[in-house]
């Protein structure tokens, strides 16, 4: 699944991931984030998801990342406001209003870039991703997010597990990936009639052990 498969997808227009409407975990479950409207939000592999367009309604700030510059531009061209695009190192990047849609493999984003986000917002990235990727991802992730970050997060698991996107991915998997830097939260699991299981899941940031302690305190932790 590298950067040539998603470039032929998009191509060839095989967009079966895409939905026509906005999600509705999305739209049921972001309060949950408690975030404040001019939060900023990350959303990785954002294809050109109807979702940014609910979450820039939210009022907040949204920074999308695809590696095909096709979901770049057939995004930005359903949309009026004037676009200016700059390039930084291997990633472009199209600024247009509260929106910044960075083209290009997220793996080449500067951590610093997503320091100051607020909340990532996952659907069908995750599991777009082959096992050993996702650890990858999950990981990245961790070491960019600032403590308190959060994340809402959907994942589903067919009845048959496929050898192509989208990927099976367990609860159990979720808690793997990120448990040791993220508190866990379930607030979903149903299955559909088709035997699709979809869960969502809210994740916060934890503090990276020993950080914002006074030594005093962390002296006292030791004795
Ligand atoms: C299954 S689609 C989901 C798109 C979107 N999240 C949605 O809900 O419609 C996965 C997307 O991830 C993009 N992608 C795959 N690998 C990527 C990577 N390493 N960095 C950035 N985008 C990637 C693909 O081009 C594709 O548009």
Not at 61 to 75: C, L, M, N, S, T
Not at 104 to 122: C, Q
Not at 151 to 156: D, S, V
Not at 170 to 193: D, G, P, W
Request: charged share 25%.
């Amino acid at each position: 699944m590298d950067k040539d498969y998603w470039e032929d997808v998009w191509r060839n227009e095989d967009l079966g991931f895409h939905q026509p409407e906005v999600n509705q975990h999305l739209q049921r479950f972001w309060q949950r984030l408690q975030l404040v409207p001019t939060s900023r939000v990350f959303v990785p592999l954002c294809g050109k998801s109807l979702d940014m367009d609910w979450l820039l309604s939210e009022g907040h700030e949204v920074i999308g990342a695809d590696i095909a510059e096709k979901a770049q531009e057939d995004y930005l061209v359903t949309h009026d406001e004037p676009v200016r695009f700059t390039q930084e190192n291997k990633l472009k990047l199209a600024w247009q209003g509260r929106l910044l849609f960075v083209a290009g493999d997220i793996m080449h984003l500067e951590p610093d870039m997503l320091r100051s986000v607020d909340a990532v917002y996952d659907r069908a990235a995750l599991i777009a991703l082959p096992r050993a990727a996702r650890q990858n991802y999950a990981l990245f992730l961790a070491n960019c997010l600032k403590p308190g970050a959060k994340m809402l997060l959907i994942t589903r698991q067919a009845p048959q597990e496929q050898l192509m996107p989208p990927f099976n991915v367990s609860a159990e998997e979720v808690a793997e990936l990120y448990a040791t830097n993220f508190i866990l939260e379930q607030l979903l699991s149903k299955t559909r009639q088709d035997g699709v299981i979809e869960e969502v899941f809210l994740l916060k940031r934890k503090q990276p052990a020993g950080w914002g302690r006074l030594p005093r305190e962390a002296g006292e932790a030791q004795n």
